[in-house]
């Protein structure tokens, strides 16, 4: 048995919270809620003024794509692709080719930065460890870590770079502490 990943779905832009609704409709009425999960459109809430007033705003983070929690199964797959307003899935080679999913770290940040993640973050070091950052442009590089931000999963950490000290925003997952 295959296990629930997370696929990109690329939609009409514009239509991805039709292309949501059309696609759980389907889920129910053709029974395949066993193999298709949740069906998120990446939005963010942002408050604009109109007249002086605070207005909420949903914005799309990635327009004309769905991210889609689902079992790849044949029937699965074919009911996604074949769902009105769905153009195809990102990954796939096409020529019936099914698509590769979604990294966890990736789904997971987006999740999160959406506030609908699961999985807590489990880190081993707090306010004044040493931490060496694993990967990005200041891999192999070690800090002092200055703050948290736990909900979003970064930490503010001080590095040394050209002789000073600079505060730098780094994931959770990016980071380790240095044992001394």
Same mark, same amino acid.
């Given at each position: 048995?295959?296990?629930?990943?997370?696929?990109?779905?690329?939609?009409?832009?514009?239509?991805?919270?039709?292309?949501?609704?059309?696609?759980?409709?389907?889920? $129910?009425?053709?029974?395949?809620?066993?193999?298709?999960?949740?069906?998120?459109? =990446? $939005?963010?809430?942002?408050?604009?003024?109109?007249?002086?007033?605070?207005?909420?705003?949903?914005?799309?983070?990635?327009?004309?794509?769905?991210?889609?929690?689902?079992?790849?199964?044949?029937?699965?797959?074919?009911?996604?692709?074949?769902?009105?307003?769905?153009?195809?899935?990102?990954?796939?080679?096409?020529?019936? =080719?099914?698509?590769?999913?979604?990294?966890?770290?990736?789904?997971?940040?987006?999740?999160?930065?959406?506030?609908?993640?699961?999985?807590?973050?489990?880190?081993?070091?707090?306010?004044?460890?040493?931490?060496?950052?694993?990967?990005?442009?200041?891999?192999?590089?070690?800090?002092?870590?200055?703050?948290?931000?736990?909900?979003?999963?970064?930490?503010?950490?001080?590095?040394?770079?050209?002789?000073?000290?600079?505060?730098? $925003?780094?994931?959770?997952?990016?980071?380790?502490?240095?044992?001394?």
């Amino acid at each position: 048995m295959e296990e629930k990943q997370w696929y990109v779905v690329n939609t009409y832009a514009g239509h991805e919270n039709r292309v949501k609704e059309n696609l759980e409709k389907r889920v $129910e009425t053709m029974g395949i809620s066993d193999f298709l999960f949740r069906i998120v459109v =990446a $939005e963010e809430t942002e408050i604009e003024y109109k007249n002086g007033k605070p207005v909420e705003k949903a914005h799309n983070l990635f327009p004309g794509y769905l991210f889609v929690e689902m079992i790849m199964t044949d029937e699965a797959w074919y009911v996604v692709r074949n769902t009105p307003g769905v153009t195809g899935f990102i990954g796939s080679s096409g020529g019936g =080719a099914k698509p590769f999913p979604v990294s966890p770290d990736e789904i997971e940040a987006i999740l999160r930065r959406m506030g609908l993640s699961e999985r807590k973050l489990n880190v081993d070091f707090t306010i004044g460890d040493r931490v060496k950052i694993l990967s990005g442009p200041l891999s192999g590089i070690e800090g002092k870590v200055e703050s948290m931000d736990n909900e979003n999963g970064v930490a503010n950490v001080l590095c040394t770079l050209f002789g000073r000290e600079t505060p730098t $925003e780094i994931s959770y997952n990016d980071l380790k502490k240095v044992e001394l």
